[in-house]
């Protein structure tokens, strides 16, 4: 197995490994120091079918299940894609293209639940000929390029973060029901967290924070858009341009991601496994949409 760092604060693209075999637990141990150093790993070409990426994921930890009741055998496989089932493709603007296209911004996965993800395995199926990368941003290396005085100020700051804020700002909640939207409540989260593997200490924000609780709405947003653009700055990104059969894998405790735009009228099939948070050590709030 080879690992090489890319030219970031960020990244590793490793080679030189099947994740379809049943890795022993030194490999996977290499696997996974290698991740917390770096925040994301990048697995050329695995060209995993649904099967071996859950049981590669599930390496990780518990994986969170869709709430919703799609025609999937696998709940734990969110599949992130434009074309219909009948080969039709969902047009950017259609409700289906609203709902993806929220991951444009800078995020992290689930940071609208009460038990954030921890993890995010996402893998290629299809990919369109141009377009279509996913960015990723380095909240430690941002955290430690503060000055001290917002370092201190942040400390004990807490950020609301709300799906139907973040949803409703790109037009993408029309495929959630009433029901399903009424089961997602506001959550708050601190806006510095350790790392619970490697202690270090990273800033947590990105497009579901609405506000800073507390604070005045309209300016905490403002500051927290500030942040987010200074912190998502070489050499604290990386941009993945992805090839069918490609596996990265994040940490959404320290690292931000968005999706770029492709040609609407190409297919981009992608399949994302999500581990959950822990809470007291064990899997916790298992969904996902
Ligand atoms: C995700 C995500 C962006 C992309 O899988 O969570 O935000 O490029 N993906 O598809
Ligand atoms: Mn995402």
């Given at each position: 197995m080879d690992i090489t760092p890319c030219d970031a604060t960020l990244g590793a693209v490793v080679t030189g490994i099947d994740l379809s075999d049943d890795l022993d637990d030194a490999t996977f141990a290499a696997i996974e120091a290698a991740w917390y150093d770096r925040g994301v790993l990048i697995f050329p070409q695995q060209g995993l079918d649904d099967w071996a990426h859950i049981a590669f994921s599930r390496r990780f930890g518990k994986l969170e299940r869709s709430i919703k009741d799609e025609a999937n055998e696998n709940p734990e496989i969110i599949m992130l894609s434009n074309l219909k089932a009948d080969g039709s493709l969902w047009p950017h603007k259609s409700e289906h293209g609203l709902f993806l296209a929220?991951?444009?911004?800078?995020h992290t996965d689930?940071?609208?639940?009460r038990v954030p993800a921890m993890a995010s395995l996402l893998a290629a199926h299809q990919v369109p000929d141009s377009g279509g990368g996913t960015e990723f941003a380095d909240m430690r290396a941002a955290y430690d390029d503060l000055e001290a005085g917002m370092q201190a100020w942040l400390e004990d700051k807490v950020a609301v973060h709300s799906y139907l804020y973040s949803q409703g700002l790109v037009g993408g909640l029309a495929v959630l029901t009433a029901e399903e939207q009424t089961a997602l409540p506001a959550v708050e989260h601190a806006m510095v967290r350790r790392h619970p593997k490697t202690g270090r200490k990273n800033l947590y924000m990105g497009r579901h924070a609405s506000h800073i609780q507390g604070r005045d709405e309209g300016e905490s947003r403002a500051l927290l858009q500030e942040l987010v653009d200074n912190a998502c700055q070489p050499p604290r990104t990386i941009t993945h341009v992805w090839r069918a059969g490609d596996l990265v894998i994040w940490d959404n405790r320290c690292i931000l991601h968005r999706g770029q735009v492709w040609p609407g009228d190409q297919a981009r099939v992608m399949a994302r496994t999500t581990v959950a948070g822990e809470v007291d050590g064990n899997g916790g709030n298992e969904w996902n949409l």
């Amino acid at each position: 197995m080879d690992i090489t760092p890319c030219d970031a604060t960020l990244g590793a693209v490793v080679t030189g490994i099947d994740l379809s075999d049943d890795l022993d637990d030194a490999t996977f141990a290499a696997i996974e120091a290698a991740w917390y150093d770096r925040g994301v790993l990048i697995f050329p070409q695995q060209g995993l079918d649904d099967w071996a990426h859950i049981a590669f994921s599930r390496r990780f930890g518990k994986l969170e299940r869709s709430i919703k009741d799609e025609a999937n055998e696998n709940p734990e496989i969110i599949m992130l894609s434009n074309l219909k089932a009948d080969g039709s493709l969902w047009p950017h603007k259609s409700e289906h293209g609203l709902f993806l296209a929220g991951n444009r911004g800078w995020h992290t996965d689930s940071s609208f639940k009460r038990v954030p993800a921890m993890a995010s395995l996402l893998a290629a199926h299809q990919v369109p000929d141009s377009g279509g990368g996913t960015e990723f941003a380095d909240m430690r290396a941002a955290y430690d390029d503060l000055e001290a005085g917002m370092q201190a100020w942040l400390e004990d700051k807490v950020a609301v973060h709300s799906y139907l804020y973040s949803q409703g700002l790109v037009g993408g909640l029309a495929v959630l029901t009433a029901e399903e939207q009424t089961a997602l409540p506001a959550v708050e989260h601190a806006m510095v967290r350790r790392h619970p593997k490697t202690g270090r200490k990273n800033l947590y924000m990105g497009r579901h924070a609405s506000h800073i609780q507390g604070r005045d709405e309209g300016e905490s947003r403002a500051l927290l858009q500030e942040l987010v653009d200074n912190a998502c700055q070489p050499p604290r990104t990386i941009t993945h341009v992805w090839r069918a059969g490609d596996l990265v894998i994040w940490d959404n405790r320290c690292i931000l991601h968005r999706g770029q735009v492709w040609p609407g009228d190409q297919a981009r099939v992608m399949a994302r496994t999500t581990v959950a948070g822990e809470v007291d050590g064990n899997g916790g709030n298992e969904w996902n949409l």
